[in-house]
């Protein structure tokens, strides 16, 4: 069992940038995936991005060249930098890990861009 708590969520104007971060209860490896997707009202869960060891990063085409994914595997921990915020980006954000064939989830963080 592994729980992920997320932080950094808010709400935030056209072009600006947050941080989120999701730190896992227990230690992973380095080389299970960890990652985040999103999914806004009416909407389906999507990808935003993940990364694990001896790979690069995979992003969804809508966030490419503005969020950044990294990771401090010393803290299981995974972050999301979000530059260039748009209005379509307002969604929830969902951090999660994979381990031994199970997914697990965050709790979601709300991130709101808006004027």
């Known amino acids: 069992q592994v729980e992920l708590v997320e932080s950094g969520g808010g709400l935030v104007q056209p072009g600006g940038s947050l941080r989120l971060s999701c730190a896992a209860s227990?230690?992973?490896?380095?080389?299970?995936?960890m990652g985040w997707y999103r999914q806004a009202p009416g909407k389906e869960r999507e990808l935003v991005a993940r990364i694990r060891s001896g790979r690069y990063p995979d992003y969804g085409d809508y966030v490419q060249g503005r969020f950044t994914i990294s990771r401090d595997n010393s803290k299981s921990t995974v972050y999301l930098q979000m530059n260039s915020l748009e209005l379509e980006d307002t969604s929830v954000y969902y951090c999660?890990?994979?381990?031994?064939?199970?997914?697990?989830w965050g709790q979601g963080a709300q991130v709101t861009v808006s004027s």
């Open positions: 227990r230690t992973v490896f380095s080389s299970v995936p």
């Open positions: 999660y890990v994979r381990v031994e064939g199970q997914n697990y």
